[in-house]
């Protein structure tokens, strides 16, 4: 798609960080497009789908266990998505048992039937680069979430160099801000 017959119907931005994390694409005006763009000196490492399970789930704050009705088509290391902000961004699926999901992260507000989506998490391997200042359009297709990392998230173990604490070493941001375009 030529990027001046881009025609943008929301913005919004996200920060991408060293674990994923998930935002569901808006749908006010219908796009068929996200145009992404990295700003700032970091890459980050996109990834459009669709949930893979939307359910329902019911927790208790400060608990990592998650009820659900059905678990499938769950996986370990799946982003969970709560609209109500029940669940923290960048939590994945780390046990299934039963009906019972594990969490890496702790649920912050209880929940009783809550809408939950379970999405296909990010890294390098199966994503695509968004590089600073070199804008990327993505058909939206039947895609209703985009998950994204910092490019230096998305490397397994990456931390930077020896010995730096985590986000002060130089040249190595961990964090990429990337500015989202939905339209047509």
Do not use: H, R, W
Request: glycine share 14%; proline share 9%; charged share 0%.
């Amino acid at each position: 798609m030529p990027l001046n017959t881009f025609t943008d119907l929301e913005n919004f931005q996200l920060t991408a960080v060293q674990y994923a994390q998930c935002a569901p694409i808006p749908s006010a005006g219908t796009p068929s497009t996200l145009l992404i763009t990295a700003v700032g000196g970091q890459p980050a490492i996109v990834l459009l789908s669709a949930a893979v399970l939307a359910t329902t789930g019911t927790g208790t704050a400060g608990s990592k266990t998650l009820g659900v009705p059905s678990t499938a088509g769950v996986v370990l290391g799946q982003l969970v998505y709560t609209p109500g902000g029940q669940i923290p961004a960048g939590t994945a699926v780390t046990a299934i048992n039963g009906l019972v999901l594990t969490l890496s992260q702790a649920i912050t507000v209880s929940m009783a039937g809550a809408g939950v989506f379970f999405v296909l998490s990010v890294s390098n391997a199966t994503g695509i680069a968004v590089t600073p200042q070199m804008p990327v359009a993505l058909a939206i297709g039947t895609s209703q979430f985009i998950s994204y990392i910092s490019f230096n998230g998305g490397t397994p173990g990456y931390s930077g160099p020896p010995g730096s604490p985590l986000g002060s070493y130089p040249g190595y941001p961990i964090q990429a801000v990337l500015n989202v375009a939905a339209g047509t």
